[in-house]
């Protein structure tokens, strides 16, 4: 049974993502930075919960007593604070929002997270940096998506001394509406992520490392 800690567990992919680890009979601990939702996660999931928002490295240093003590597996999962409003209408102060926003959820709260549980992870272990969504070329959301495909590059060099892998995780093509799959009853895109997730901690994904991986329904990266 491997320690699991998941980040965004306020948001409903950070739960399923919980759900995927605890059913595969891990330990799971949650944390998100909305106080109220964290908590209906938590005892929905029956499971430990810890308050910070890692896009505040303040807010990191003060929680970091609450860390386990040992982790084996870190999941940093989005948790956008900003509601985004139709971009035809954007003023250029909203598409600083926009651009802050997405960085700042994104990558920044994975950076920051790494660089507080680094030395909590036990040599073998596994990070994994979700992506939310599929963007629209040429986005913000689109230009924090290679930001942290890049990042994750370099952190799977940095920490495969310890054999910790490093991956990112992201929806693919089958996101888009009207995309129905190989399946007839397709499983959500969350609960392809989830799953995806989990196997990238199995000594089956050992070899697996730095890389950016998408969940498709049988969709090819490039379908148009």
Excluded at 147 to 167: C, E, H
Aim: charged share 20%; aromatic share 6%; hydrophobic share 45%.
């Amino acid at each position: 049974m491997a320690e699991v800690l998941v980040t965004g567990g306020d948001t409903e992919l950070g739960r399923v993502i919980a759900a995927g680890f605890k059913d595969a009979g891990h330990n799971v601990v949650i944390a998100g930075s909305r106080p109220d939702d964290l908590e209906v996660a938590a005892k929905e999931l029956e499971v430990e919960s810890i308050v910070f928002d890692n896009t505040d490295a303040a807010s990191l240093e003060q929680a970091r007593r609450l860390f386990p003590h040992h982790i084996d597996t870190l999941v940093n999962v989005p948790a956008p604070r900003w509601d985004a409003k139709d971009p035809r209408t954007f003023t250029l102060a909203d598409h600083a929002a926009a651009w802050r926003n997405a960085l700042d959820t994104t990558v920044v709260s994975a950076a920051l997270t790494v660089q507080i549980i680094g030395d909590h992870l036990r040599s073998g272990g596994t990070i994994i940096n979700v992506i939310t969504e599929s963007p629209r070329p040429g986005s913000a959301d689109a230009a924090v998506k290679a930001a942290l495909a890049d990042w994750t590059v370099g952190q799977a060099a940095y920490f495969g001394t310890r054999g910790i892998t490093v991956n990112a995780v992201a929806p693919g093509r089958s996101s888009e509406p009207g995309y129905a799959g190989l399946s007839s009853t397709p499983p959500s895109v969350a609960d392809e992520v989830a799953r995806l997730a989990v196997f990238l901690t199995t000594p089956a994904a050992r070899h697996i490392t730095g890389e950016t991986m998408h969940v498709g329904r049988g969709a090819l990266a490039s379908f148009a």
